[in-house]
């Protein structure tokens, strides 16, 4: 009865956990988990110019191992983030778009992240 319990509570509990975060969140702990350089949309074109960086692969897309949590989601899109980067010989890369997709019945999502990756000096 106890052991039915807490597996009803604990069920309850992350059904209860936030299934996406806001793109300002997405941003400031992105570059925080990657050991890749982040460059902001809004740093871009002044990147581009500059002549600094070049484009090694443009509409990369990764799905993230379910996490526990939005958080590990991202840690776990960084992780697969940074190894694409070093697979492209590159150091920096540009979150293009992301998304939490439902992918079964009792809403677990799964993250999916789209980025360029990039080689600057």
Sequence with gaps: ?????????????????ATSMTPMKVNNNL?????????????????????KCKYLVKGRSYTAPIGLTTKSDL??????IDEWVELDS???????????VTVDHI???????EFDTMHCE
Aim: a positive charge.
């Design 75 to 80: 840690k776990n899109a960084a992780k697969g």
């Design 31 to 51: 570059p925080e988990l990657t050991q890749s350089k982040f460059i902001s949309q809004t740093d871009l074109e002044e990147i581009e110019s500059s002549n």
């Design 90 to 100: 590159g150091n920096s890369y540009v979150l293009r778009n992301y998304k939490w």
């Design 1 to 17: 009865m106890e052991r039915n319990r807490l597996l009803i509570g604990t069920l309850l509990l992350l059904s209860s956990c």
């Design 107 to 113: 809403g677990t999502t799964q993250l999916h992240v």
